[in-house]
């Protein structure tokens, strides 16, 4: 059975940094891609950020991009989702998501398996 659990969400002002994490279980760590995604009251689930467990490849939403660092610790079966100089316009549920293939894709709709989300609220 597949888990994934997110921590690390709180409250933060403007500039500051957070680091989300996500432990996984039951993956073929190898085969799968893993991804972050996010969403805020009344907007649809978006793209944050995502990576190939087997290369470390990785890949990121233009909104994020030289601010957001995934990366995955081997040895703990867990995601990370580095987040530093973070904005008002960060501020939602972030989930961590499983997708069951080497390809990395950018639609929610693609990954396969979801953690329960953890809240990031930025302050002004």
């Known amino acids: 059975q597949v888990q994934l659990v997110e921590s690390g969400g709180g409250l933060v002002q403007a500039g500051g940094s957070l680091r989300l994490s996500c432990t996984t279980s039951?993956?073929?760590?190898?085969?799968?891609?893993m991804g972050w995604f996010r969403q805020a009251p009344g907007k649809e689930r978006e793209f944050v950020a995502a990576?190939?467990?087997?290369?470390?490849?990785?890949f990121y939403a233009d909104s994020v991009k030289g601010r957001f660092t995934i990366s995955i610790d081997n040895a703990k079966n867990t995601v990370y989702l580095q987040m530093n100089s973070l904005k008002p316009e960060d501020t939602a549920v972030y989930y961590c998501?499983?997708?069951?293939?080497?390809?990395?894709?950018?639609?929610?709709?693609?990954?396969?398996?979801w953690g329960q989300g953890t809240q990031v609220t930025v302050s002004s």
């Open positions: 990576i190939r467990w087997r290369s470390s490849n990785t």
């Open positions: 039951g993956l073929t760590f190898s085969n799968y891609v």
């Open positions: 998501a499983a997708r069951n293939s080497i390809i990395i894709h950018t639609t929610f709709k693609k990954y396969d398996y």
